[in-house]
C-alpha cells in the first residue's frame, strides 16, 4: 500500500509540473511576449574604467612600460610608489591585470574623489569615513571607494575583475 502511495504521488507531482511548463510554453506560442524584468535599471557605464593609464585586462609588460620600474616586481603583483603619499598595487592573472588598488595616505595631492570613481557623491558616515562599491558586469569589473575615518584617513580605490 505504502508504494502504491508513493508511486502516485510521484505520478501526481510529476505531471503538475509538466502542466506548469506547458502553460508556459503555450503562453509564448500563442505571442504572449516573456516578461521582462522592468524594475531593473540599465547597466551603468563605470565612470573608472583605469587608473594612471593602466586598465583591468592588460599584460604584464605593458603595466610597466606605461608605470615604470615597479618598487617591488613579481609575477602576480608589482608594487608601485608615486611619492610618499600615493602607492599601487597591481595584481596579475596569468599575466594579465585582475587587480589594481590604489592608496592615497593623508595630504596626498589629487587624490582620486567619489565623483571621479562613480560619477557622483557618496554618503559619508558620522565618523567621516565613506565607502562604497559598484559591480559593472557587462564591464567585467567592479570599483570600490573606501575612506578611513580619523583626522589623517587614507583613501583605497580598487579595481578588480569579476
Given amino acids: 500500500m505504502t508504494r502504491l502511495l508513493r508511486s502516485s ?31 531593473l535599471a540599465p547597466e551603468e557605464e563605470p565612470v573608472f574604467h ?6 583591468i585586462g592588460w599584460v604584464a609588460d605593458e603595466v610597466r612600460k606605461k608605470l615604470g620600474n615597479p618598487a617591488n616586481k613579481g609575477d602576480e603583483q608589482d608594487f608601485y610608489v608615486f ?14 591585470v585582475s587587480a589594481i588598488s590604489i592608496d592615497f595616505m593623508n595630504g596626498a595631492k589629487e587624490v582620486i574623489t567619489p565623483q571621479q570613481v562613480f560619477g557622483g557623491e557618496i554618503e559619508a558616515k558620522p565618523d567621516g569615513s565613506m565607502y562604497e562599491l559598484k559591480r559593472y558586469p557587462e564591464a567585467g569589473y567592479w570599483v570600490s571607494y573606501n575612506r578611513t575615518a580619523g583626522d589623517k584617513p587614507i583613501v583605497t580605490i580598487t579595481m578588480q575583475k569579476i
Avoid: C, M
Fill in 9 to 39: 504521488n510521484f505520478w501526481l507531482l510529476s505531471h503538475a509540473v509538466l502542466a506548469v511548463i506547458s502553460f508556459s510554453i503555450a503562453g509564448v506560442a500563442f505571442g504572449q511576449a516573456p516578461q521582462k524584468r522592468a524594475h
Fill in 50 to 55: 583605469e587608473y594612471r593609464g593602466v586598465k
Fill in 83 to 96: 611619492g610618499e603619499k600615493e602607492t599601487a598595487q597591481v595584481l596579475y592573472d596569468k599575466g594579465q
